[in-house]
């Protein structure tokens, strides 16, 4: 279905009156400069949430080709690795990171994370040559070795019912892990966000 018709289609849904789709730079082509061209691409999606999320092509081995990704809870004080120290197993960027919307790392991460979930094994990505990736948090060194807590919320209508919802989380936190509201409370308020 191409976009307007998409948009034809699901426009009932829309609360606004906006249309629900429209064509951005990373729907069409990449041309040898790295520049979108007035062709349009194949677009591939991996969603976490609505807020994670990468948009991707394919090259034509089957390889992600990042074209905008979100880095939201991935962790943005202090980056694991500068761009430089990128691994050489990971093609480099073929758009310019503003434009990607995420540093070096978080490409890194989005391109294995889009590699696993196309070769079939999302739960299962490779992440031992990214550096830095194993450490902890800047948050960790605020949270004893032996922390752990245990937050509680009321879930209003998820696939399981209603009814309360238990999460543990014990330290050290690692990169990519987030530390709510909740449990940075529970630690006397001493997190950066």
Known sequence: MNPDGADRELSPLASYQQPLFKLEGANFALGPDGKPTTE????YCFAVSDKRYALFNLD???????RKASGHGLG????????KDAPASIPAPQIQLKDLGVPRWQHDLWYRID????DGHPAQVELDDLPGLDAPTIL???IPPNFSVTISRLSHGSRWGAGRVDKTV?????VGQE?????????GGR???
């Open 40 to 43: 349009l691409a194949r677009l």
């Open 60 to 66: 034509p081995d089957g390889r992600p080709i990042p």
């Open 76 to 83: 943005h004080l202090r980056p694991p690795y500068e761009e």
């Open 115 to 118: 590699k696993a979930a196309l």
């Open 140 to 142: 960790s060194s605020l």
């Open 170 to 174: 014990s330290g050290p936190l690692r």
């Open 179 to 187: 530390a709510t509201a909740d449990a940075a409370a529970t630690m």
């Open 191 to 193: 997190c950066w966000r």
